[in-house]
């Protein structure tokens, strides 16, 4: 997985706790990115970073936080965690932004709010 | 508004057959196009990508996909399926500000 580790893998959680699920990356590179996948939907970008404490929203941002205080970490927070957020989260990396740039993808976290 | 259609949503083959897999997109100006392949439980590996030039591309697993810019379209092919190539299939098209994803093909292969 290109040396990308999210986690955790799993997590179970109960509706209105915070959750907070770690992207770590070996490959120094710049961007990172946070998606959700659910059926029927593919992936849509949550938030994105184009680099240490510079962050931006994606398409799906409502309900979501990042943080990256380091290249190699990009966080996502669940404020207080939903039902509608039950969901595969992956974390992707690219050495430079969009255009021409292939974007790497973690294993996923699979999140379960009940 | 830009989008990436994949009509399929599941898709049944049997083994050596033959695949193709749709994908359109609609946006003003040619974006780059890519394919990834997502088996059970894992993150996406891409499969190839066309950026520009000729117009037929060819990645690994033995996947190839043509750009078709009068149709919109950018199609993934493989001559003869093997039983490992059962995964989810995502188009995906970047248009230099955006990044989308289509809503993915499911792959079964039978014996």
């Known amino acids: 997985d290109a040396g990308i580790t999210q986690s955790p893998r799993h997590k179970v959680t109960e509706t209105g706790t915070p959750v907070t699920l770690r992207c770590h990356q070996t490959?120094?590179?710049?961007?990172m990115y946070w998606y959700r996948q659910d059926p029927g939907h593919g992936l849509r970008l949550i938030h994105y970073?184009?680099?240490?404490?510079?962050?931006d929203k994606g398409e799906v941002s409502d309900g979501y936080s990042v943080s990256r205080s380091k290249t190699e970490d990009f966080l996502l927070t669940l404020e207080s965690a939903t039902s509608s957020q039950t969901s595969v989260y992956f974390c992707?990396?690219?050495?430079?932004?969009?255009?021409?740039?292939?974007?790497?993808f973690g294993a996923g976290t699979r999140l379960s709010v009940l | 508004a830009q989008s990436v259609t994949q009509p399929d949503i599941h898709i049944t083959v049997s083994e050596g057959a033959s695949l193709e897999l749709r994908c359109n997109y609609s946006?003003?100006?040619?974006?780059?196009l890519f394919w990834y392949v997502q088996s059970p439980g894992q993150g996406l590996q891409l499969l190839l990508k066309?950026?520009?030039?000729?117009?037929l591309v060819q990645g690994i697993k033995g996947f190839e996909a043509e750009f078709k810019r009068s149709q919109s379209s950018f199609n993934l092919r493989k001559p003869s399926v093997h039983w490992s190539d059962a995964a989810e299939y995502f188009c995906?098209?970047?248009?230099?500000?955006?990044?989308?994803f289509g809503t993915g093909t499911s792959l079964t292969v039978i014996p």
């Open positions: 992707a990396i690219s050495e430079g932004g969009l255009a021409k740039n292939i974007q790497y």
């Open positions: 490959e120094n590179h710049r961007y």
């Open positions: 970073s184009y680099g240490v404490k510079d962050t």
């Open positions: 946006y003003g100006a040619t974006p780059y």
């Open positions: 066309y950026f520009s030039g000729d117009t």
């Open positions: 995906a098209v970047d248009t230099g500000n955006q990044f989308y």
